[in-house]
């Protein structure tokens, strides 16, 4: 399981990159831009079309990946309530992500938004909902071990960095992107020691 962990931020990384370049003219017809408007319809958008389902099973595996994560996480932190409470939230931050599987409704349509469209715009909110105040509490839970006290800042600084990219969405997205998934790694790399 050690080892295992560390292939989620990877495995969606790839993934992400290779649909959207594979799937790039697709993406520019639902209005997607790489610079302007690039989270319009963009990463959930990969799920839509041709090789749409590779977009869908990669939100299954890293969200149950991340869920293992927070499962392993937990073994390895000094037994307190910082440490529940993060892990936690991690854990359901994995299940959410897992559920973006739902398949996203394209932002231009002319029909009306559907059922599992609307279960995917919702698995977004709860992955922020839970993410971020996972990543504080766990920051808490960091400073508490000896072994774990170096990565309380870079936990901390990691949600500085991505919290306003999240919020100020544009091209300051993929800043939130590379930083969740590299904070992701580097937590699960130490883990794997």
């Known amino acids: 399981m050690k080892r295992i962990i560390l292939l989620g931020p990877i495995l969606f990384a790839v993934v992400l990159a290779a649909l959207t370049l594979v799937k790039y ?24 079309g041709k090789y749409g389902w590779i977009m869908t099973a990669t939100f299954i595996a890293s969200g149950l990946l991340m869920t293992l994560f ?53 698995s977004f909110v709860l992955l922020g909902l839970t993410l971020f ?10 400073r508490k071990s000896e072994r774990w006290k170096p990565y309380a800042l870079y936990t901390w600084l990691t949600l500085a960095l991505a919290a306003p990219a999240f919020a100020l969405k544009g091209a300051a997205f993929y800043v939130f992107l590379f930083a969740i998934l590299a904070w992701n790694e580097v937590i699960a790399l130490k883990l794997s020691k």
């Open 25 to 48: 003219e697709f993406l520019r017809g639902l209005g997607w831009h790489p610079i302007n408007d690039p989270t319009f319809d963009w990463p959930s958008g990969l799920a839509l």
């Open 70 to 122: 927070a499962a392993r996480l937990f073994l390895d932190l000094e037994p307190a309530r910082t440490s529940q409470i993060g892990c936690a939230l991690l854990a359901f931050a994995g299940l959410a992500l897992a559920s973006l599987a739902f398949t996203t409704d394209p932002t231009i349509r002319t029909t009306p938004a559907t059922w599992h469209g609307r279960l995917h715009d919702l």
């Open 133 to 142: 105040p996972a990543m504080i509490v766990l920051g808490f839970a960091f």
